[in-house]
C-alpha cells in the first residue's frame, strides 16, 4: 500500500521531470525506464499482498477535501486490479523503451504518460468519493492529453473532442451516483457509504454507476469515443487505453455496485446482463467491419468489455438470488478475463504498434505479406490472436469457459426473465466467440499473410529488442495462465469472499493441475493436459510423419487451381474477407449499403465499388443531441445582437416579474 | 472615521495616493512601475490581515472572515494583473494603439478601481458600500472605453447604461433596508451599519426586506452579470483593455457578489422573510445554460471567455441559492478559484491576441506548436474553468453537484447539463485554437509569464490542499449564509 | 486415441462407397481413403515460394487439435482416462482451433481461391459453433454437467425420458455436423469447381504429407461428430468403466455398428439433396442456432414427461 | 401641523407621480423637457417640504442641487443638444401612448400593492412616499424602455432617479442623501455629456441593422 504510494509519487514526479526531459536525447529512454521501475515495484507490492490473503490497509492524506482528507484503502479487489494496471504499466514502459524511439513529438507524451499511469493507480486506491472522482477525471485528463499528442490530424483532434467530452459525461454521471451514496450530508468517505438505501435509489445510483463507468469502459451506446481515441494515441498508450484504462473502469462499477451499494434488486441485473450482450455482439460485428487495425482492436475492446459485463450481470443476477457459489464463478469469470484481456490487448497493440512503427501504414489494405519481415513480431501477434479468439490451450479461452459454467447454473434463478434472458446472452457470447475468431483469421491473414500489397511492407523490419521483450512477454503470460489458471483462480478467491461472500472450491489440490469450477461432474478443464496433448501429438505426428515419408520439400509457384496471378491486387482482401458476414449481419446491424458502379462495356476504366457503413450510436442518438444543441445556441444567439433599449427591457420585465411574485406571495 | 487597523487603511489609502500620483506623473514606463509597486504595497498591507486578528468592526469599515479572503484575493489580483499590464500595456503603446495621455488616465483609474473594490470589500455601511461599488463601475467605464474604437465606445456605453439602472435600483433597495432597519434601531447612520443591521435583522418587517432585496439582488445582479442582466458583461470585456478585462472577471464581479451575498445574510437571519434561495438558483441556473450554449457561436476570444465568465457567476450564484455548508462552501471556494483562473486566462488571452494580432478565434491555431508556453498555459486555464481535476474548480462544483442531488435531483441534473454543454463548447474551441495547424503569426512576443503561472499554480494547490485557516473562515461564513 | 485414428478414413471410404452404389457406380474399395493417405505420405511436399513458416506447421497443428478432441470422445466406453480433461465446451473449441489454423493456412500463399475458402470458412463456422454451443447448454441444463462421459451417461440411463428440446438439439447438432464436415449441401468434398468449394480452397495449395495430415484431421473429424451423435442421443451399449471386457468389447462392436448406420444415413442424405448457393448456407446455419436456441429454452417448459 | 405635513408631502409626491405619467404621455421632445424641468421643481418642493417637517438641514442641500442642476442645467443643456445634433422633434414610441399609459396604470397598482403590505411599524411617511417613489421609478424605466431616442431615455432615467431621491427624503433621517444625490447628478452629468461627446443619438439605439451588425458585438 505504502509502496504503491510511493510509486505513484515517484511517476508524478517522473512527469512533473518529464517536460524537462523531452528534449533531451536520452529523455525517452530515462523516463520510461522510471515509469517501468516504478510500474514493477508497485506490481510485485500488490502481487505479494493479492498473494498474501489481501491483507486491508488505509492511510489518510492531509490532501482533498479539507475535512475529510484523502482516503487510500487496499483491499483484495484493489490489490487484484493494482496487479492489472501495474503490469499494463510495466509491459508497456518496458515496450516503450524501444517504440518510444518512433514518437515525433515527445515533448507531448512524455510528461502525461507517467500522469496517466499514476492516475490509474490512484483511483484503484481512493477511498473516498473526492479522491476517487479526482483521480478518475485526472486520469480521463492526462489520456486526454496522451489521445491530442498527434494533434496535427484533423482526425485525431476530433477524436481527443469526443473523448473528452463523453468522459466528462461519466464524470458527471459518477459524480451524481456519488451524491446520491453520500447523502445531503455529504458523507463521501467510502467506509460511511455503507447504509441500507430504498430499492429506487440503489437502483437509480446503479443506472448512474452504469452510465458512468459504461462511458468509460465502452458500453454500447457509449462506445463511440473508443474507436476514435485508441487508435489515435501513440500505440503504448493505445495499449494502456484499451488494455488497462477500461479495466479500471470496470473496477469503478465493480466497486460500487458490489461493495458500497448494498444488494441491487435482480432486474437491475437484466439491465446490466442485456446491454453487455448489445456490447458483446456490436462490438465484434463493428471490428470484423474495420480495416484499420488499431481501430479493429480497438473496437474488440467493446467487445470484450460486454463479456467482462456479462459476468458482472449474473454475478449481480446470482447474489440477489443468493446463489453465492454461483456469482463467485460469475465474478471469478469476468475478474479472470479483465486480466486476460489486459493481457492480450496489450499484446495485440504492441503487435500494431510495431507493423506502425515499421511501415508506417494503419491499413490492412495497403499491408500484407509482413510476416517475411518481421517474423517475431507476427509469431507474438499470433499467440495474441489464438487467445483473444477464446482457443485453447490459452487464457482467452479459460474465462470464457468459465462464463459458460456460470452461465450453465442459470436455470437455479428464480426469476423466469433472467432464466430466458441468460442463455440468450450464452447464445450471444458463443457467436462473439466465433465471430472473434473469424475477425482474427482476418486481422492476421490480412496483415501479416499473404503477398505485400504495398512497397511500404517490403522495407519493413522486425522490431527492436525492447519491444520484443515486452510482447514476448506477455505472450508468454498468455499460455501460462491458459496452462496453469487454477493458481489464478485461487487468487482470486479473495476477491469473491469480500465481493459475493462466496468462494470457488479451491483449485490447488486437483489432479492434474485441473479446474473445477463447481464440483467434478458438473464439467471442468485441465489446460495443461490439453496443452500437453496438443503438444505431444503434434509432435509425434510431425516426428511420424517425417519418419515415413522424409522430409523432402519443393518451393515452385503457387499453384492456385491452374490460374495462379501475379498481380497482389488478385488477393482477398480485408473487405473483401469480411463480406460474407457483412452480407448476413450488416444489412441490420448498420445499414451496410454496397454499390458497384461497372464501367459501361468496351469502355477502359475501372468498376468503383462503394460500401458504406453507419454506426447507429451515431445516427440515432449523437447526432440528433449535437443537431439540438447547435439549434438552441442558434437560437439564443440573438440575444447577442439586441438593441440596449431591448436589454434594458429585459432589465425591466424582471423587475416587475419578481414584484408580482413578491405581491403575490404572502 | 475612527482607525480600524492600519492594515486596513493601508489597504485603501495606498492606492488613493497611488491614483493621485499617477494621474500627475507623464510617460507610461515609470507609472506602470509606480503601478505595480503600489499594488504590491497594497497586497503586503492585505496579507497582513490576513494574519492579524480580525479588528472589531468600525462604524464604516470592518474586516471578517467574510471580506478578509476577498481582500487579499482583491490586492493579489490586482497585484499580478499590474504586472501583466505593464508588459501588456509597453506593447500596445509599440503597436500605437494606446498614447501615453491615455495611459497616464489609465494608470490612475486603475488604483481608483482598487480602492473603490477594496472599499466595497471592506464597508461596513450599506450606503458606503453603494457609493464604492458606483465608483468602481464608473472608473470600468471609462477603462472600457479606453481604445475609443467604434465598439468599444459602444460596449462602454452599454455597459454605462445598463450599469446606472442597476446601480439605481440597489440604491432603492439599500433605501428600503434603512427603512425597514429604522423603526427598529432608529434614525440615523447606526440603520446603516451591516454590523448592527445583521444583528437585528430579525425583527425587521419581512415584507420591505423582501422587496428590498428583489431591487438589491436585481440592481448588484446586473453587474454580476447575471442573465438576463448580463447584457453589458461580453461587450465590456471584449473591448476593453486586456488587464481590465481580467480585474472585470476576476474582481468586480466577485465584489458585487458579495454585495448581493452580505444581503442574503440579512435575508437569512430574518425569520420570516422570503428565502431569497428559489431566487438565486432560478437566475443562476438561467445564466449557466444560456452562457453555456452561447459560448458555442462565439467568434472573439475575448467574449467567449467572457461568457464563461457569466456561466460561473451562474454556478456560483445557483450554489448559494441552495445553501447549506456544502453549497455555501462550494460557492465561496468557487468564486476564490474562478477569479484567479479566469484572470489567469484574461492574462494568457491578451499576450494571446497580441501574438497572433486579432482576437478572431477563427484566425488562432495551432498556439501549443507556435507560442507553447501560451498555448499550454490557455490549456491549463481551460481545463481550470471547465472543471475538470486536480485543479479547485473541480472541487466547489464537486460539492456543488453531489450536495445539490440529494437534495434537488432535478435541479442536479439541469445544472449538470449544463456544465457539459459548457465544457463542450469551450473543448471545442480550444481544440481550433491551442491544437491542429498554426494559423496567425508565429512571431514570437514578449510576455510576462509570472502572473499566468502564479495563478493556475494557486488554483492547482487549491485544488489538492487547502489551509486550515481559510477552511475555517469560509465554514464559519457557510454557517452565517444560511 | 489410435482406435478413432484407425477408423477414421474407413468411414470416408464407406460413404464413397455408400454414395456411389447409391449411383450405381460400383465405386472404389472401403480401404482406397488408407491408400490416398499412404501414397500422399510418400509424395514430396511442394510448396509455394512465398510461403511462411506457418503454412509448413499448420498441418501438424490441424491434426493435433481434432485428434485431441477426437480422442475425448468416448466413442465405445465412457470414464476414458483423461476423459475429464476437458469437457465439451473444450472440444468444440478445440476444433475452432483448428479450423482457426486452417483458414491461416488458406490465406498464407495469398491466392485468391485460399481467400474465398478461408472467408467462407470463418462465415460459416461463425454461426456453426453458436449453435453447436446452445445444443451443448441444452444438454448441459438435462444433465447438469457439460462434461461428456456424464452426459452420455445421463442419456444412458432411463431416467432421461423423452422430451422435444433434445429432438430439437439432435436436429441442429446433424445440420452443424454436416455444415462442420464441408458435406452435401453446404460444401462438396469431391468437386474442385471454384465457385462453390469452401473446405478444398483452403487446402488448394497443400500436397504430400501436409495434406495427407489435413485429409486425416477432415476425417477425424468426421468420425469424431459421428460418434458425439452416437453417444449423445444414442448411448444404448456404451461400456461402462466398471463392467468388465466383455462390455468393453461389446461396446466396440455396438459403436462401429453405429458408425456404420451414421456412414449410411449420411451418403442417403447426401445423395438425395443438392449443393446450395452459400449465401443460402446462413439461413441453413441460422436454423441449426434457432433450433439450439429454441431447445435451450423449451427445456425449462418440457421437463420429462 | 404633523398631520398638514403629511398631506403636503402627500400631495408633493402624487403630483410628482402624475408628472411621471405626462412624461409617459409626451411625445415631443421639447415639451418632454419642460415637464421634466417641472418635474425636478416639484422633487425640489418636496425634499425641502421634507427638510422642514423631518427639520433635517441637510436635505436643503439636496433640494438646491434638485433645483439647480436638474430643472435648470439639465433641461438647458438637453436643449443645446437636441439643437446641435438636429435630433427629430418628434419622438417615435415602440407603442402606442394608449397601451403605454395603460401599463404604467398597472405599475402604479402593482407598488401599491407590493408597499402597502409593509406592516405599519414603518412610518406612514415613509410609507407612502415609498408608494409613490416605487411608481415613478418603475414609470421612469418604462420610458426608458418605449422611448427610442437618446434625450428621451435619459429623461426616463432622471425620472427614475427622482423617484429615488423622494425615497431616499422620504425614509426619516436617512444618512448620505446628499450624497447620493450628488453622486447620481454626476452620473447623469457623465450620461448627457455622454451624448453629446459621442453622438450616439444613433448608436445609443438604432432600428439600422446595418449599424447592428457593426457594433453590436461580433458581427464584426
Given at each position: 500500500m505504502l509502496v504503491v504510494l510511493c510509486c505513484v509519487a515517484a511517476l508524478l514526479t517522473a512527469a512533473c521531470l518529464g517536460i524537462g526531459v523531452a528534449r533531451a536525447r536520452l529523455g525517452t529512454a530515462l523516463l520510461y525506464g522510471a515509469c517501468l521501475a516504478a510500474s514493477t515495484v508497485a506490481l510485485m507490492a500488490a502481487l505479494a499482498n493479492l498473494l498474501a490473503g489481501a491483507a486491508v490497509s488505509d492511510i489518510v492524506l492531509p490532501l482533498g477535501l479539507p475535512w475529510l482528507g484523502a482516503h487510500f484503502r487496499d483491499d483484495a479487489l484493489a490489490s487484484f486490479f493494482l496487479v492489472v494496471v501495474n503490469l499494463g504499466g510495466a509491459t508497456a514502459s518496458l515496450y516503450a523503451l524501444g517504440h518510444g524511439r518512433h514518437e515525433p513529438a515527445p515533448q507531448r507524451v512524455l510528461p502525461f504518460y507517467p500522469a496517466f499511469l499514476a492516475a490509474m493507480n490512484l483511483v484503484v486506491l481512493a477511498d473516498d468519493a473526492f479522491t476517487f472522482l479526482l483521480s478518475w477525471e485526472f486520469m480521463s485528463l492526462t489520456s486526454w492529453a496522451l489521445v491530442m499528442a498527434h494533434h496535427r490530424e484533423a482526425d485525431n483532434a476530433r477524436a481527443g473532442y469526443v473523448y473528452l467530452v463523453m468522459a466528462s459525461f461519466g464524470t458527471l454521471a459518477l459524480l451524481l451516483a456519488f451524491g446520491l451514496l453520500a447523502g445531503p450530508g455529504g458523507g463521501y468517505a467510502f467506509e460511511t457509504m455503507h447504509v441500507a438505501r430504498s430499492s429506487l435509489v440503489s437502483a437509480l445510483v446503479l443506472a448512474l454507476a452504469l452510465l458512468g463507468a459504461g462511458s468509460k469502459a465502452g458500453l454500447v451506446p457509449l462506445h463511440v469515443w473508443l474507436p476514435l481515441a485508441h487508435p489515435a494515441a501513440p500505440s503504448h498508450v493505445s495499449a494502456l487505453m484499451s488494455g488497462v484504462m477500461t479495466k479500471v473502469a470496470v473496477y469503478g462499477f465493480i466497486r460500487i455496485a458490489f461493495d458500497l451499494l448494498g444488494a441491487p434488486s435482480w432486474w437491475s441485473s437484466m439491465v446490466v446482463l442485456s446491454l453487455a450482450g448489445v456490447t458483446t455482439l456490436m462490438g465484434v460485428l463493428y471490428a470484423l467491419m474495420q480495416h484499420d487495425l488499431k481501430r479493429l482492436l480497438a473496437y474488440h475492446t467493446v467487445e470484450n468489455i460486454g463479456i467482462v459485463f456479462i459476468g458482472i450481470g449474473l454475478a449481480l443476477a446470482f447474489r440477489a438470488d443468493g446463489m453465492a457459489g454461483a456469482a463467485a464463478l460469475a465474478i471469478t469469470a469476468a475478474l479472470f478475463h479483465v486480466l486476460n484481456h489486459s493481457l492480450f490487448k496489450s499484446l495485440l497493440f504492441f503487435g500494431a504498434g510495431a507493423v506502425l512503427a515499421g511501415t508506417g501504414e494503419r491499413d490492412m489494405e495497403r499491408l500484407g505479406g509482413l510476416i517475411h519481415p518481421m517474423p517475431l513480431v507476427s509469431g507474438a501477434f499470433l499467440v495474441g490472436c489464438v487467445a483473444i479468439s477464446a482457443l485453447p490451450p490459452l487464457n482467452g479461452f479459460v474465462s470464457e469457459w468459465l462464463t459458460f459454467q456460470a452461465i450453465i447454473l442459470s436455470p437455479g434463478l428464480a426469476q423466469w426473465s433472467l432464466k430466458i434472458l441468460i442463455p440468450a446472452v450464452g447464445a450471444v457470447l458463443a457467436l462473439s466467440a466465433a465471430l472473434a475468431a473469424a475477425c482474427f483469421v482476418k486481422a492476421f491473414g490480412i496483415t501479416f499473410l499473404g503477398r505485400p500489397r504495398s512497397p511500404a511492407v517490403t522495407k519493413a523490419a522486425d522490431a527492436d529488442r525492447f519491444s520484443l521483450a515486452a510482447m514476448f512477454l506477455l505472450a508468454s503470460f498468455c499460455l501460462v495462465a491458459g496452462v496453469l489458471p487454477g493458481p489464478v483462480i485461487d487468487a482470486l478467491s479473495p476477491l469473491t469472499r469480500s465481493l459475493v461472500a462466496g468462494e470457488l472450491p479451491t483449485q490447488a489440490g486437483t489432479s492434474w493441475l485441473a479446474i473445477v469450477p463447481v464440483a467434478a461432474s458438473r464439467g471442468s478443464y485441465d489446460g495443461f493436459l490439453v496443452f500437453f496433448f496438443m503438444a505431444l501429438s503434434a509432435l509425434l505426428s510431425a516426428w511420424g510423419v517425417h519418419r515415413l515419408a522424409g522430409r523432402s520439400l519443393r518451393r515452385a509457384a503457387p499453384w492456385d487451381c491452374g490460374y495462379p496471378d501475379p498481380s497482389p491486387l488478385t488477393q482477398y482482401s480485408a473487405a473483401s474477407f469480411a463480406q460474407p458476414i457483412r452480407r448476413v449481419f450488416g444489412s441490420v446491424a448498420f445499414r451496410a449499403r454496397e454499390r458497384v458502379t461497372m464501367p459501361p462495356p468496351g469502355t477502359p476504366g475501372a468498376a468503383v465499388f462503394h460500401l458504406e457503413l453507419r454506426d447507429l450510436a451515431w445516427d440515432w442518438l449523437y447526432t440528433p443531441l449535437s443537431r439540438w444543441v447547435g439549434i438552441a445556441a442558434d437560437q439564443l444567439n440573438q440575444l447577442q445582437f439586441l438593441t440596449i433599449r431591448r436589454y434594458l427591457s429585459l432589465v425591466f420585465l424582471a423587475l416587475v416579474s419578481l414584484l408580482l411574485i413578491v405581491a403575490l406571495w404572502t | 472615521m475612527n482607525i480600524l487597523s492600519v492594515g486596513a487603511e493601508a489597504v485603501l489609502l495606498i492606492p488613493l495616493c497611488a491614483a493621485g500620483v499617477l494621474a500627475a506623473l507623464p510617460g507610461y514606463l515609470g507609472p506602470a512601475r509606480i503601478n505595480v509597486g503600489a499594488s504590491f504595497l497594497t497586497l503586503l498591507a492585505a496579507s497582513s490581515l490576513l494574519i492579524e486578528a480580525h479588528p472589531a468592526p468600525g462604524r464604516y469599515l470592518l474586516v471578517d472572515d467574510l471580506n478578509v479572503v476577498f481582500l487579499a484575493l482583491n490586492a493579489f489580483v490586482g497585484f499580478t494583473t499590474s504586472v501583466f499590464s505593464a508588459s501588456y500595456v509597453g506593447h500596445e503603446v509599440e503597436t500605437g494603439r494606446l498614447t501615453p495621455a491615455y495611459l497616464r488616465f489609465y494608470h490612475a483609474m486603475y488604483q481608483i478601481l482598487m480602492f473603490a473594490m477594496n472599499l466595497a470589500l471592506m464597508a461596513n455601511n450599506i450606503g458606503i458600500m453603494w457609493v464604492a461599488i458606483e465608483i468602481a463601475t464608473l472608473t470600468t467605464v471609462t477603462m472600457v472605453g479606453l481604445y475609443r474604437t467604434h465598439e468599444a465606445l459602444e460596449a462602454a456605453w452599454k455597459y454605462f447604461i445598463l450599469a446606472s439602472v442597476g446601480i439605481a435600483l440597489a440604491l432603492f433597495g439599500t433605501i428600503l433596508v434603512y427603512v425597514a432597519a429604522e423603526p427598529v434601531i432608529g434614525e440615523g447612520l447606526d440603520s446603516m451599519i451591516w454590523t448592527t443591521l445583521l444583528g437585528r435583522s430579525a425583527s425587521f418587517d419581512p415584507a420591505l426586506l423582501n422587496v428590498a432585496f428583489v431591487f438589491l439582488f436585481l440592481g448588484y445582479g446586473t453587474k454580476v452579470g447575471l442573465a438576463p442582466l448580463h447584457a453589458w458583461l461580453p461587450d465590456a470585456h471584449a473591448e476593453g483593455p486586456t488587464p481590465i478585462s481580467a480585474v472585470l472577471s476576476g474582481l468586480l464581479l466577485n465584489v458585487c457578489l458579495y454585495a448581493i451575498l452580505r444581503f442574503k445574510m440579512l435575508m437569512a437571519a430574518n425569520a420570516a422573510a422570503v428565502a431569497p434561495g428559489p431566487l438565486m438558483v432560478t437566475l443562476g441556473l438561467l445564466s449557466l445554460l444560456f452562457a453555456a450554449f452561447m459560448l458555442y457561436r462565439r467568434r472573439d476570444i475575448k467574449r467567449m471567455f467572457a461568457y464563461s465568465s457569466i456561466e460561473h457567476m451562474g454556478i456560483i450564484t445557483f450554489a448559494f441559492g441552495m445553501g447549506g455548508p456544502l453549497a455555501n462552501f462550494a460557492g465561496l471556494l468557487h468564486m476564490a478559484m474562478h477569479s484567479l483562473a479566469k484572470s489567469g486566462i484574461f492574462f494568457a488571452v491578451g499576450h494571446i491576441a497580441q501574438a497572433k494580432r486579432t482576437q478572431r478565434i477563427s484566425e488562432i491555431g495551432g498556439l501549443t506548436e507556435t507560442h507553447p508556453w501560451l498555448g499550454w498555459s490557455l490549456v491549463l486555464g481551460v481545463v481550470a474553468i471547465a472543471g475538470l481535476p486536480p485543479l479547485g474548480v473541480f472541487m466547489s462544483e464537486f460539492l456543488v453537484v453531489t450536495s445539490t442531488f440529494a437534495r434537488a435531483p432535478l435541479l442536479a441534473v439541469a445544472f449538470v447539463a449544463g456544465l457539459l454543454i459548457a465544457l463542450g463548447a469551450l473543448f471545442l474551441r480550444l481544440n481550433g485554437i491551442a491544437f491542429g495547424a498554426p494559423r496567425g503569426s508565429n512571431a514570437p512576443v514578449k510576455a510576462s509569464y509570472a502572473p499566468v503561472f502564479a495563478h493556475l499554480a494557486l488554483v492547482f494547490v487549491a485544488g489538492v490542499y487547502l489551509p486550515p485557516p481559510l477552511v475555517s473562515w469560509f465554514q464559519h461564513v457557510s454557517r452565517l449564509l444560511g | 486415441m489410435l482406435l478413432v485414428l484407425l477408423l477414421a478414413p474407413g468411414l470416408i471410404g464407406l460413404i464413397r462407397k455408400e454414395k456411389a452404389r447409391l449411383l450405381r457406380r460400383r465405386g472404389a474399395p472401403i480401404l482406397q481413403p488408407y491408400r490416398d493417405l499412404l501414397r500422399l505420405l510418400r509424395k514430396e511436399a511442394v510448396v509455394a515460394e512465398n510461403a511462411s513458416w506457418l503454412f509448413r506447421v499448420a498441418p501438424y497443428l490441424i491434426f493435433a487439435a481434432t485428434w485431441v478432441a477426437a480422442a475425448l470422445v ?14 465439451l465446451i473444450a472440444i468444440i473449441a478445440l476444433l475452432a482451433c483448428a479450423r482457426f489454423f486452417l483458414a491461416l493456412a488458406g490465406m498464407d500463399v495469398g491466392t485468391s481461391f485460399g481467400g474465398i475458402g478461408s472467408s467462407r470458412e470463418v462465415m460459416i463456422a461463425s454461426l456453426a459453433e453458436p449453435a453447436m454451443i446452445m445444443i451443448v447448454f441444452t444438454l448441459a441444463l438435462v444433465a447438469g454437467s457439460t462434461q461428456l462421459s456424464t452426459i452420455a451417461a445421463f442419456m444412458a440411463s432411463p431416467d432421461v425420458g423423452v422430451r422435444v428440446s433434445l429432438g430439437l438439439a439432435l436436429a441442429g447438432l446433424v445440420i452443424v455436423a454436416i455444415a462442420e464436415n464441408a458435406r452435401i449441401p453446404v460444401d462438396n468434398p469431391a468437386t474442385h469447381l471454384e465457385l462453390t468449394m469452401v473446405h478444398e480452397a483452403m487446402v488448394l495449395e497443400y500436397s504430400g504429407r501436409h495434406l495427407a495430415l489435413i485429409e486425416l484431421a477432415a476425417a477425424l473429424k468426421l468420425l469424431l461428430y459421428v460418434s458425439l451423435i452416437a453417444c449423445l442421443f ?11 471386457a466383455a462390455a468393453a468389447l461389446f461396446g466396440a462392436l455396438a459403436y462401429v455398428a453405429k458408425l456404420a448406420a451414421g456412414g449410411s444415413l449420411l451418403a442417403v442424405f447426401e445423395t438425395t439433396v443438392a449443393k446450395m448457393r452459400v449465401f443460402r448456407v446462413p439461413q441453413f446455419l441460422g436454423a441449426a442456432l434457432m433450433l439450439g436456441l429454441l431447445a435451450a429454452l423449451l427445456q425449462f417448459f418440457s421437463t420429462s414427461f | 401641523m404633523n398631520v398638514l405635513g403629511l398631506d403636503i408631502a402627500h400631495l408633493l409626491a402624487g403630483t410628482l407621480l402624475l408628472l411621471t405619467f405626462v412624461l409617459l404621455y409626451q411625445d415631443r421632445l421639447p415639451a418632454l423637457i419642460n415637464v421634466y424641468a417641472l418635474h425636478a421643481l416639484t422633487l425640489a418642493l418636496s425634499v425641502a417640504w421634507q427638510a422642514l417637517i423631518q427639520d433635517a438641514p441637510h436635505l436643503y442641500v439636496t433640494a438646491l442641487i434638485a433645483l439647480g442642476f436638474k430643472a435648470v442645467i439639465i433641461p438647458v443643456a438637453l436643449r443645446r443638444i437636441v439643437e446641435r445634433l438636429d435630433i427629430h422633434r418628434g419622438i417615435e414610441t415602440v407603442v402606442g401612448i394608449g397601451p403605454t399609459m395603460l401599463v404604467g396604470i398597472a405599475l402604479v397598482a402593482l407598488s401599491m400593492v407590493v408597499m402597502l403590505r409593509v406592516t405599519g411599524d414603518a412610518t406612514p411617511i415613509a410609507r407612502e412616499d415609498l408608494a409613490f417613489a416605487l411608481a415613478v421609478v418603475l414609470l421612469g424605466l418604462l420610458i426608458m424602455t418605449t422611448r427610442r431616442n437618446a434625450v428621451g431615455q435619459v429623461i426616463g432615467f432622471m425620472a427614475l432617479e427622482n423617484g429615488l431621491v423622494l425615497a431616499a427624503t422620504g425614509a426619516k433621517g436617512m444618512p448620505l442623501v446628499v450624497e447620493i444625490s450628488v453622486a447620481f447628478s454626476i452620473l447623469i452629468a457623465f450620461i448627457v455629456i455622454g451624448i453629446f461627446l459621442f453622438r450616439i443619438r444613433e448608436r445609443f439605439d438604432t432600428v439600422d441593422l446595418r449599424a447592428l451588425d457593426q457594433f453590436r458585438g461580433e458581427r464584426r
Open positions: - | - | 468416448p466413442t465405445f466406453a465412457t470414464g476414458l482416462l483423461f476423459s475429464w480433461s476437458a469437457d444414442l448411448p444404448w451399449g456404451i461400456a461402462r468403466p466398471q463392467g468388465g | -
